[in-house]
């Protein structure tokens, strides 16, 4: 089936560092969407993308939509320690209504 | 506005027996989601409900799982028989809608039931 490749795996920072994650596919996806997973929580939703090329921001969180509709990235500016916790990227295909997740990317915080 | 309740948060079971779980979606929201979560893994997709109906199951494995959202009352899903494998975190996330092309569907996560089969 369809996958996401979502890198890295896990990133170890200092406090007020930026962070960069991606996600990419070979499939075309319509939609994609960026999660903070906190350990014994569900997924919270941080950004939604609709169209290819969008560029949003929600507060120190900037995510795109790449043109080729393959692939997202996510960055985080001036980490602070409660940033802590998995990120998820997570795709529709057009015509699905499934999320495709992506495998995480496990962020970790020297204060 | 409640979010996506689901219960219960932690589920013990010994293999052989059947584990329920539950799933109220926001309020306005008539379409709901199970994924499965293994550990240190992403969410993966199991089954896609509208009221009284089964819309995508193809995540769904073949055997011993079921899912329902009835006219009245919570989804549920359903394990019989449980096995070590079972074990994993089930998440329910609900939609307002699906719509056509362009529409936003977003989908809220519950905060997941962790399902532990000694």
């Known amino acids: 089936g369809q996958q996401l490749n979502q890198s890295p795996q896990s990133m170890f920072i200092q406090e007020g560092e930026d962070v960069s994650m991606n996600c990419t596919s070979s499939s075309i996806f319509n939609t994609w969407l960026w999660y903070k997973q906190d350990p014994g929580e569900g997924p919270v939703l941080l950004i939604a993308?609709?169209?290819?090329?969008e560029l949003t921001s929600n507060g120190r969180l900037t995510a795109q939509f790449g043109i080729t509709r393959k692939d997202s990235f996510l960055n985080i500016s001036a980490s602070i320690p409660s940033d802590v916790g998995i990120y998820f990227c997570a795709g529709l295909l057009e015509g699905a209504q499934k999320l495709v997740f992506g495998q995480g990317t496990r962020l970790t915080i020297n204060p | 506005n409640a979010g996506v309740m689901q219960n219960p948060r932690h589920l013990v079971r010994r293999r052989g027996q059947e584990a329920r779980l539950r799933c109220s979606p926001m309020?306005?929201?008539?379409?709901v989601y199970w994924y499965r979560q293994l550990p240190e893994e992403g969410l993966k997709f199991m089954v896609y409900l509208q009221k009284e109906n089964i819309i995508d199951e193809s995540g769904m494995p073949k055997e011993r799982f079921s899912a329902e959202f009835p006219k009245e009352g919570p989804s549920i899903l359903r394990i019989q028989q449980v096995v070590r494998g079972d074990s994993a975190a089930y998440f329910c996330?609900?939609?307002?809608?699906?719509?056509?092309?362009?529409?936003?569907?977003?989908?809220?996560f519950g905060a997941g039931t962790r399902l532990s089969v000694l």
């Open positions: 309020k306005g929201h008539s379409h």
């Open positions: 996330a609900s939609s307002p809608s699906t719509g056509g092309i362009g529409s936003k569907n977003i989908q809220y």
């Open positions: 993308l609709y169209k290819a090329g």
